[in-house]
């Protein structure tokens, strides 16, 4: 009986490095590594930042690979969708993962997306009904409850100058600072709008100065570059896009 337990631990812990190296390896070759920092961040802690971009273009991809990556890290995920369902959102995920196993050649996908999956949560809200104090009282109930606890937030689909405001914004940056976290979130902008002075969409214009990195998504030829307005300067000297037919980010 001894033996058959130690033999068993032995599978657990083999199975566990074996994880561990493939999680490594997808660390190493994501083209999101060439523009974090030593830790795997783009944003600082309690940190903002927001993706700009017309409707279509891939704002729900590129925030589902920033989750993927930050899963793959150990993290926690937090997916706050406005308007869409819960199974919608999960099918997002599992089509990303997918295009990501197969352009690695993954094997074992289904154990490893299993692995990941306790470590993600998506919260809905109807668009109206959605505020930052409503987020911070749902976070602070989970981690209350020692339910969940993200180190990672993406907020799909801010509905900003219309119910949110700057005053908004700057409670989403405390909330952020509160929960140690990285605070993503997406705008919507439209076809032949003029930036502002500072060369920011006029979406943002308002409150670009509470934010840590911006980055517009812009379709060029065949992919959907990924234009960074504000961050880092290892950032801003990268050039990285999306495929359009998968969606992935590639250098």
């Known amino acids: 009986m001894k033996v058959r337990?130690?033999?068993?631990?032995?599978?657990?812990?083999?199975?566990?490095?074996?994880?561990m190296m493939l999680k490594k390896d997808l660390i190493m070759r994501n083209p999101l590594r060439a523009v974090s920092d030593e830790k795997g961040y783009i944003l600082p802690e309690g940190?903002?930042?927001?993706?700009?971009?017309?409707?279509?273009?891939?704002?729900?991809?590129?925030l589902v690979q920033l989750a993927l990556n930050s899963l793959l890290r150990g993290d926690c995920a937090l997916h706050v969708s406005l308007g869409d369902p819960v199974r919608k959102v999960n099918l997002w995920y599992k089509e990303v993962f997918n295009n990501i196993a197969a352009q690695y050649r993954i094997e074992k996908i289904d154990e490893l997306w299993n692995e990941l999956l306790p470590h993600r949560f998506?919260?809905?809200?109807?668009?109206?009904?959605?505020?930052?104090?409503?987020?911070?009282?749902?976070?602070?109930?989970?981690?209350?409850q020692q339910i969940f606890t993200p180190q990672m937030?993406?907020?799909d689909g801010l509905p900003v100058?219309?119910?949110?405001?700057?005053?908004?914004?700057?409670?989403?940056?405390?909330?952020?600072?509160?929960?140690?976290?990285?605070?993503?979130?997406?705008?919507?902008s439209h076809r032949h709008e003029e930036p502002d002075t500072e060369g920011m969409p006029i979406q943002?214009?308002?409150?670009?100065?509470?934010?840590?990195?911006?980055?517009?998504?812009?379709?060029?030829?065949?992919?959907?570059?990924?234009?960074v307005l504000k961050g880092r300067d290892t950032i801003a000297n990268q050039s990285l896009s999306l495929d359009p037919v998968t969606m992935l980010i590639k250098e």
Do not use: C
């Open 47 to 62: 940190g903002l930042g927001a993706v700009v971009a017309r409707a279509g273009v891939g704002k729900t991809a590129l």
């Open 5 to 19: 337990n130690r033999h068993a631990y032995q599978v657990i812990y083999l199975r566990e490095r074996s994880f």
């Open 204 to 227: 943002i214009s308002e409150f670009s100065d509470l934010l840590d990195v911006v980055i517009k998504l812009e379709p060029h030829n065949d992919a959907v570059k990924l234009n």
């Open 153 to 155: 937030i993406l907020i």
């Open 122 to 144: 998506i919260m809905t809200f109807n668009i109206g009904g959605f505020s930052v104090p409503r987020l911070e009282e749902r976070l602070t109930e989970l981690a209350d």
């Open 161 to 188: 100058n219309e119910q949110i405001k700057r005053a908004d914004l700057h409670t989403l940056k405390e909330l952020s600072q509160k929960f140690k976290s990285h605070i993503w979130f997406t705008v919507r």
